[in-house]
């Protein structure tokens, strides 16, 4: 008798304290459940958001850099037409630099054409490496002018 009555105090005490630990009711449940969905949502807006703002932001970029490369180009060209005016041996010098600046105003066209987005991280890489490369095509082409100027 004491053996039964002792299973029967086990038994309920582990029946009592499976039950105390399973306390959520469906209603908590239910709850639980309606606040994840909201929570979900409001990712899925802030993600879609992200996105566009990329989307954005790389859109605006690439039409002040088609600008900037559309200037080089002229700027190139109208160097062009100047070296008519030299004698040989500096007209092929300096034929040889524009090209090369010709070149990498290209380049750097095909960049910025051929760039897929990816990661904000890929992006604002290579948006710093991007801009370090136009201002270095800036200068060459600036110092090529004032050279030319000066002759």
């Not at 086990?10 to 909201?38: H, Q, R, W, Y």
């Not at 859109?59 to 600008?67: G, V």
């Not at 070149?103 to 960049?111: A, H």
């Not at 801009?131 to 800036?138: A, F, P, S, T």
């Amino acid at each position: 008798m004491k053996k039964n009555s002792a299973k029967t105090i086990i038994a309920s005490c582990l029946i009592g304290f499976l039950m105390n630990s399973c306390n959520n009711s469906p209603t908590e449940k239910v709850e639980d459940v309606k606040e994840a969905t909201k929570d979900l949502i409001n990712a899925e807006a802030d993600l879609e958001q992200a996105e566009y703002d990329s989307i954005n932001d790389f859109r605006i970029f690439k039409e002040s850099i088609q600008l900037k490369l559309d200037e080089n180009q002229k700027i190139v060209s109208e160097l062009k037409l100047k070296l008519n005016s030299k004698g040989k041996a500096e007209r092929d010098i300096d034929e040889v630099k524009i090209n090369k600046l010709e070149k990498r105003n290209s380049d750097l066209r095909l960049k910025i054409e051929n760039y897929e987005q990816g990661p904000e991280q890929k992006w604002a890489l290579f948006k710093v490496e991007f801009n370090n490369e136009m201002n270095d095509l800036g200068k060459s082409i600036s110092e090529m002018a004032e050279n030319n100027m000066k002759k």
